[in-house]
């Protein structure tokens, strides 16, 4: 089970932080991600760790960080300088066979967590 927090309203320029922990498994040998979805949209990818290595969406690189922590079995986004554009509903998720060419593909995971809403202020 994946459970995510953190997600507000912010301004535009702001800054928040996600968490997500996993409870009854671990992750350290699986991809783990974080993906949004805005009204109207299809679920896009943000951002993904796999194996220590950081993979980041083009719309949100320089802005966003992601980080693992193994021993806690969680896993956190990091989000600076929001735009309004990053407003969606954010999920993290668990992937135990994604490999590096479908990191970034929503079908790709297999395990959710139910979402965080952000929303980011004009």
């Known amino acids: 089970q994946l459970q995510a927090s953190g997600g507000g309203l912010v301004q535009a320029g702001g800054s928040l932080r996600l968490s997500c922990a996993a409870s009854?498994?671990?992750?350290?040998?699986?991809?783990t991600g974080w993906f949004r979805q805005a009204p109207g949209k299809e679920r896009e990818f943000v951002a993904a760790v796999r194996r220590g290595v950081t993979y980041y969406a083009d719309s949100v690189k320089g802005r966003f960080t992601i980080s693992r922590d193994n021993a806690k079995n969680t896993v956190s986004l990091q989000m600076n300088s929001l735009k309004p554009e990053d407003t969606a509903v954010y999920y993290c998720?668990?992937?135990?066979?994604?490999?590096?060419?479908?990191?970034?593909?929503?079908?790709?995971?297999?395990?959710w967590g139910q979402g965080t809403q952000v929303t980011v202020s004009s």
């Open positions: 009854g498994r671990t992750f350290s040998s699986s991809s």
């Open positions: 998720a668990i992937g135990d066979r994604t490999i590096l060419t479908t990191m970034r593909d929503p079908r790709a995971y297999e395990y």
